[in-house]
């Protein structure tokens, strides 16, 4: 019989293998896989999902945010809210791939590329690449509805909004090592277009009022199970959506079938089958074994984001195995917030990114002089991050 800790390490390179496919699937058939080869009872790992709240909220929360997603997209109501800012090109490079990249649909860093494109010509295509990819993902390390913060909150055990407060400093961080590495040789000038605070405000309104209701909730009702504020907020934001967009009943199946919706909820039942199987078999005691120092959970994770192109993933992984190990069931924010950043960083730089891979075929470049100019605010990120978790775990043996 294959031990355990092997059983593992064989669907893990499998999954790697196939992770370009469609995730959400593979997943399942590697949830299967690792069942059968540890003898881990699959009928009773699909009850557990199917019976959890929690998973079935987080699943139906993710469904809505992506149609959310499609209907802002389809409606043009964010590409008029960056018109309407009328700031300086260095800012619009900025704001322009954020505010996209809060819409949680598949390639939309190419809904961005053009307007990248339009604000500044002059930029090589692979700055453009860089410049579009860092600043559509930064913003999601401290956006509440992001799927990959609520699988940490619901796997770590910590709370949605400590998290995000915890990821604060590395997001200010990330931001202004991109403006430095990216858009600081870059001559500032103002647009032409004409301001329209109002336009502005009325277009981000259905984005913004889904979290603002989520953390009311959590706020004041902390004893009711927490993603059902989320719920309540994401059926809000759509219904303010449809009513600003005029977007009608059919055109919401056919944003549906555009996104191939179904694929964001499944993605979430794969990864909770997938751990419920790998936390009912011996491996995370076999791997916890091994007493791992933090330090390797931190080079693992951003491994781990760099070989899956995904962020929820690596989590679904390191976090079962440094509870297991440490014998906790709460992992600590202090290590959580590095491990996440660590896995963050890599999911940003790899090939197999699709946002990176589309935007180097739209820019007509290539992925060779793309990486070199990403690496650059990735890597000085990834080292100022080691040093911090050193400096402050030696603040923290001498205290």
């Given at each position: ?17 196939f992770s370009k496919k469609e995730l959400g699937i593979v997943l399942i058939f590697g949830s299967i896989l690792l069942g059968v080869l540890t003898n881990v009872d699959l009928f009773k790992s699909s009850l557990n999902v199917f019976c959890e709240l929690s998973t079935i ?110 990821l604060i400093i590395p997001f200010f961080g990330m931001f202004a090592i991109g403006y430095i590495t990216l858009l600081r040789p870059i001559t500032s000038r103002n647009t032409n277009s004409e301001r329209n605070l109002k336009v502005v405000l009325y277009n981000i309104f ?117 509870l297991t190990q440490n014998s906790l069931f709460i992992m600590p924010l202090f290590n959580f917030t590095f491990m996440y950043v660590a896995i963050f960083l890599g999911y940003l730089i790899t090939p197999l990114h699709p946002c990176l891979a589309y935007n180097i075929n ?38």
């Amino acid at each position: 019989m294959i031990p355990a800790w092997l059983s593992f390490l064989i669907v893990l390179t499998l999954i790697l293998f196939f992770s370009k496919k469609e995730l959400g699937i593979v997943l399942i058939f590697g949830s299967i896989l690792l069942g059968v080869l540890t003898n881990v009872d699959l009928f009773k790992s699909s009850l557990n999902v199917f019976c959890e709240l929690s998973t079935i909220l987080i699943a139906l929360s993710v469904f809505l945010i992506a149609l959310l997603g499609g209907i802002m997209e389809e409606s043009g109501l964010i590409l008029e809210l960056i018109n309407k800012l009328r700031v300086s090109n260095k800012i619009s490079l900025m704001l322009s791939p954020a505010i996209f990249g809060l819409l949680p649909v598949a390639g939309g860093a190419l809904m961005s590329a053009p307007i990248v494109d339009q604000i500044d010509p002059t930029l090589s295509s692979h700055k453009k690449v860089s410049i579009n990819v860092w600043y559509r993902h930064v913003l999601l390390l401290i956006y509440p509805l992001s799927s990959a913060i609520l699988v940490a909150s619901s796997l770590s055990g910590l709370a949605l909004y400590n998290i995000i407060i915890a990821l604060i400093i590395p997001f200010f961080g990330m931001f202004a090592i991109g403006y430095i590495t990216l858009l600081r040789p870059i001559t500032s000038r103002n647009t032409n277009s004409e301001r329209n605070l109002k336009v502005v405000l009325y277009n981000i309104f259905p984005i913004i009022i889904a979290p603002i209701i989520d953390f009311l909730g959590r706020l004041f009702f902390p004893f009711i199970v927490p993603e059902f504020f989320l719920l309540i907020g994401l059926f809000t934001s759509i219904s303010i959506a449809l009513q600003i967009s005029h977007t009608t009943p059919s055109s919401i199946f056919k944003i549906m079938k555009k996104m191939k919706i179904w694929r964001f909820p499944l993605l979430i039942i794969a990864m909770f089958l997938f751990l419920d199987v790998f936390i009912s078999s011996s491996i995370p005691e076999d791997l916890g074994g091994l007493n791992l120092s933090f330090e390797l959970f931190i080079l693992i994770g951003f491994f781990l984001g760099f070989a899956t192109g995904r962020v929820q993933l690596p989590i679904s992984i390191l976090i079962p195995i440094y509870l297991t190990q440490n014998s906790l069931f709460i992992m600590p924010l202090f290590n959580f917030t590095f491990m996440y950043v660590a896995i963050f960083l890599g999911y940003l730089i790899t090939p197999l990114h699709p946002c990176l891979a589309y935007n180097i075929n739209y820019f007509k470049t290539d992925f060779k002089k793309t990486i070199k100019t990403l690496s650059a605010p990735t890597f000085i990120c990834l080292g100022i991050l080691f040093a911090a978790y050193f400096i402050m775990k030696l603040i923290i043996m001498i205290t």
